[in-house]
């Protein structure tokens, strides 16, 4: 983001701001031409005095953004209330701990939901609160991992999640990724192989894009 002003009919000339700043931690790059001299001396100071304020602002804006960020990221992080989970034939446990009141997933469309995923210590290892949007994703087809297919759409002991419920899942590895490795991200393994996965869910509800199809 680039802030570059003409406050004065004068020359515009170098700000003694640095190019780039650091703010907690991160890089934010400062237009180098910020201030403009007018066109006598003593005019030089209030104009100064403006750009200090205007860029003073634009840093708290990139703030308060900094801080949206965390509480994302915070939230993701954050464990569900806890429920008992019931275990089915297929190794998979769920439980609801917000009974949903819309309709139930049809097989075969595209749903938004929220969720978190962690391995079974409990460590994150992705999460759509992170990224501030639901996924989007077509429901017991297998397009995704088989335990989540079951444990949304339901079947086989499992009753279907409705829009508007939450709940835990408990993803056995033959249900997940199974033995090998995956969840590839810039040449790193995200999954272990073999791992159980603990899912927190939230039925957002129907994709729109359905009606149009």
């Not at 569900?80 to 009141?101: A, H, I, Q, R, T």
């Not at 999460?127 to 087809?141: C, D, E, N």
């Not at 444990?151 to 056995?172: A, S, Y």
């Given at each position: 983001?680039?802030?570059?002003?003409?406050?004065?009919?004068?020359?515009?000339?170098?700000?003694?701001?640095?190019?780039?700043?650091?703010?907690?931690?991160?890089?934010?790059?400062v237009s180098d031409k910020v201030l403009c001299s007018?066109?006598?001396?003593?005019?030089?100071?209030?104009?100064?005095?403006?750009?200090?304020?205007?860029?003073?602002?634009?840093?708290?804006?990139?703030?308060?953004?900094?801080?949206?960020?965390?509480?994302?990221?915070?939230?993701?992080?954050?464990?569900?209330?806890?429920?008992?989970?019931?275990?089915?034939?297929?190794?998979?446990?769920?439980?609801?701990?917000?009974?949903?009141?819309?309709?139930?997933?049809?097989?075969?469309?595209?749903?938004?939901?929220?969720?978190?995923?962690?391995?079974?210590?409990?460590?994150?290892?992705?999460?759509?609160?992170?990224?501030?949007?639901?996924?989007?994703?077509?429901?017991?087809?297998?397009?995704?991992?088989?335990?989540?297919?079951?444990?949304?759409?339901?079947?086989?002991?499992?009753?279907?999640?409705?829009?508007?419920?939450?709940?835990?899942?408990?993803?056995?590895?033959?249900?997940?990724?199974?033995?090998?490795?995956?969840?590839y991200f810039s040449g790193d393994c995200n999954i272990?192989?073999?791992?159980?996965?603990?899912?927190?869910?939230?039925?957002?509800?129907?994709?729109?894009?359905?009606?149009?199809?």
């Amino acid at each position: 983001m680039a802030l570059s002003f003409s406050l004065c009919s004068g020359t515009t000339v170098h700000n003694r701001f640095p190019s780039c700043m650091k703010l907690n931690g991160k890089s934010y790059k400062v237009s180098d031409k910020v201030l403009c001299s007018a066109r006598n001396g003593n005019e030089k100071k209030p104009l100064a005095g403006i750009g200090i304020g205007i860029v003073a602002a634009w840093v708290m804006g990139l703030t308060a953004l900094d801080a949206d960020a965390t509480r994302i990221e915070y939230y993701a992080t954050v464990g569900e209330p806890m429920c008992e989970l019931n275990y089915v034939k297929s190794g998979l446990g769920y439980c609801d701990y917000v009974e949903g009141f819309g309709d139930e997933a049809p097989l075969g469309e595209l749903i938004d939901i929220h969720y978190t995923a962690r391995f079974a210590d409990g460590i994150v290892f992705d999460s759509s609160y992170k990224r501030a949007r639901p996924l989007t994703m077509r429901i017991g087809v297998g397009k995704v991992i088989r335990g989540l297919d079951q444990g949304i759409l339901g079947g086989e002991g499992v009753p279907p999640m409705r829009i508007g419920g939450k709940r835990k899942l408990t993803i056995p590895p033959l249900l997940a990724y199974g033995p090998e490795p995956a969840g590839y991200f810039s040449g790193d393994c995200n999954i272990p192989g073999n791992a159980t996965l603990l899912y927190d869910i939230k039925f957002v509800g129907l994709y729109s894009g359905n009606r149009s199809q």
